[in-house]
């Protein structure tokens, strides 16, 4: 039973919307390094909402089926820096509200004909990795699960959620007005920014925390912070180049992020958010931010390169400039 599977969604050939020339290529180079690395990849592009969501149906159905193997292995399983289950999804497109666009979506795009982040993918997901509960005490299936999830979309705001967002920030300003700076550094609750707005926006999934006993962890990669624009797949294309590579996965984030930020001229900063329970008695257990991704395949040969000849779109300045091609934006519900 594989312990690693992946989840790869990426449209570019829009027909109604500007068309997107890069996030399918990148989107096919990841897929390539991640069966390299023993990742069960399902990879679909260019879908209609029904091949969407009959992808990501069977991707849940894959992960239901590794869940009962490995849970019916052992009921007492220790946390190391092994995951018993690692599972990757990645979404590059066009989206809004927390939706994302199929390449047929009209404009503007009913909610009923989009692919929700939330309702389609994300809690359905923990739905299968088996809370239950055992003399009232919350439980899981198959404890230590983690989930690595990059979303590649732009994330601007809508118009009545730009206004919150700005009397959100007026408030935090008028309280820090008359605070002394050595004061306001004993306030975190007045440190406000866009991450800030993002972190406060998926409060919800702080629940992870709460709900007992070998929660699964999850780290959410965001290409943009939610009042900027996300332009060419730069964070998806920089992860995807280090993604193979023996580095600590909160390193490569910290490295795409960095690229991201100079390759637009610091117009787009991404924002990394990571949810799960915090157990002090459970010292060995690893964050995901430390967690090394890249494992030979086990028909790989001893100093040979992981993949040869994968390649990714090339963001030369040599080539013809080209305005760059922007997501619509991603943002979340509360």
């Not at 894959?62 to 092994?82: C, H, L, M, N």
């Amino acid at each position: 039973m594989p312990k690693r599977l992946a989840l790869l969604l990426a449209n570019g050939a829009y027909t109604i919307r500007a068309p997107l020339s890069r996030p399918v290529a990148v989107s096919t180079a990841m897929a390539k390094k991640l069966e390299a690395m023993g990742f069960v990849v399902r990879f679909a592009h260019d879908q209609t909402l029904q091949g969407m969501k009959v992808a990501t149906e069977e991707w849940l159905s894959d992960v239901a089926t590794a869940v009962d193997s490995f849970a019916e292995e052992s009921s007492d399983r220790r946390f190391d820096d092994e995951p018993p289950l690692l599972l990757l999804c990645s979404f590059c497109g066009h989206g809004a509200a927390g939706c994302f666009f199929p390449v047929d979506s009209k404009r503007p795009c009913p909610q009923e004909e989009s692919f929700s982040f939330f309702e389609d993918l994300l809690f359905p997901l923990l739905h299968v990795l088996g809370l239950a509960f055992e003399h009232g005490t919350p439980a899981w299936l198959l404890p230590g699960v983690r989930i690595f999830m990059i979303i590649e979309s732009c994330r601007r705001l809508l118009k009545d959620e730009h206004e919150a967002y700005q009397a959100t920030k007026t408030q935090v300003a008028q309280k820090k007005r008359h605070l002394l700076p050595c004061v306001q550094a004993m306030r975190p609750d007045l440190a406000f920014g866009n991450a800030m707005w993002d972190q406060q926006r998926l409060a919800f999934l702080s629940h992870l925390g709460r709900l007992g006993h070998g929660a699964p962890e999850l780290l959410l990669a965001l290409s943009s912070e939610s009042t900027t624009a996300s332009y060419d797949v730069v964070f998806l294309r920089s992860i995807v180049e280090s993604i193979d590579k023996p580095l600590r996965l909160g390193g490569i984030l910290e490295r795409a992020s960095l690229d991201t930020l100079r390759r637009t001229g610091h117009q787009q900063k991404p924002v990394i958010l990571s949810f799960g329970p915090a157990d002090a008695k459970q010292e060995r257990r690893m964050k995901l931010e430390e967690y090394v991704l890249a494992r030979p395949a086990p028909e790989a040969h001893a100093g040979r390169a992981l993949l040869r000849g994968v390649s990714l779109p090339s963001l030369s300045k040599s080539a013809p400039m080209k305005r760059l091609s922007r997501q619509r934006s991603f943002v979340h519900l509360s």
